[in-house]
């Protein structure tokens, strides 16, 4: 499975949106990428996914550029709460035990 | 519909000591893993399973074992524990079922061994 590259650590205004860029560059064509955040020491929790068109819930929205090889989560309206690890994966639709989970993006909220 | 439940949350073990893990999820998912999170890294991936009576393999397999008798069970051993393998141990499941998406994760399982 691909690997992603991500930035480190990130810092936004509670208020305002929060954008991840994560790049995956080897990503391949049956691959989706998936968003996951880790609050603390609590296990991973799902955000969401998408394959090639850019995917919007209840929680954020995901970008992903037409050559897939880079892509945006984007939360809108962050909150103290949205402070966590976040981690891009890529992989197959059902997951697997190739795909890689990396030290993520440690995303600070501040007031 | 509990999801992905890890027993014991902690645990602090001598070294030497054995003990056993244990993963359960009630979603009929047909594959589970066992992750190791050391502290500021990613999850590594210790063993994992594709289906009941199956095993295999992952990145970081030494020192530990599983076993999959159920479909809904997935146990980690540790046979003699060491002080390398004080993590944080994450349990998450997979399905193949149509509409499906990613894993769902445990809350995980902290063990210290001193």
């Known amino acids: 499975d691909a690997k992603t590259t991500q930035p480190t650590s990130m810092d936004c205004a509670e208020g305002r949106a929060a954008n991840l860029p994560c790049n995956h560059s080897?990503?391949?064509?049956?691959?989706?990428v998936y968003w996951y955040r880790q609050i603390h020491s609590q296990g991973p929790q799902y955000i969401i996914h998408?394959?090639?068109n850019n995917e919007t819930n209840e929680m954020a929205s995901l970008i992903i550029t037409e050559d897939r090889k880079s892509s945006t989560l984007i939360l809108p309206h962050a909150t103290l709460r949205d402070t966590a690890v976040y981690y891009c994966i890529v992989g197959p639709r059902t997951g697997g035990f190739k795909t890689i989970f990396g030290a993520g993006t440690r995303l600070f909220v501040k007031a | 519909n509990a999801g992905v439940t890890q027993t014991p949350k902690f645990r602090v073990l001598k070294t030497g000591q054995s003990m056993t893990l244990l993963c359960a999820q009630d979603?009929?998912?047909?594959?589970m893993y066992w992750y190791r999170q050391d502290p500021g890294m990613g999850l590594r991936l210790i063993h994992y399973s594709v289906g009941e009576g199956t095993t295999a393999k992952g990145e970081v397999p030494d020192g530990y074992n599983v076993s999959r008798l159920k479909k809904q069970n997935f146990l980690l051993g540790l046979e003699s524990a060491a002080p390398s393998q004080t993590s944080v141990y994450f349990c998450?499941?997979?399905?193949?079922?149509?509409?499906?998406?990613?894993?769902?994760f445990g809350s995980g399982t902290r063990l210290t061994v001193v």
């Open positions: 979603m009929n998912h047909e594959y």
């Open positions: 080897t990503i391949s064509g049956n691959e989706y």
């Open positions: 998408g394959l090639k």
């Open positions: 998450a499941s997979t399905t193949t079922e149509k509409g499906a998406y990613g894993y769902t």
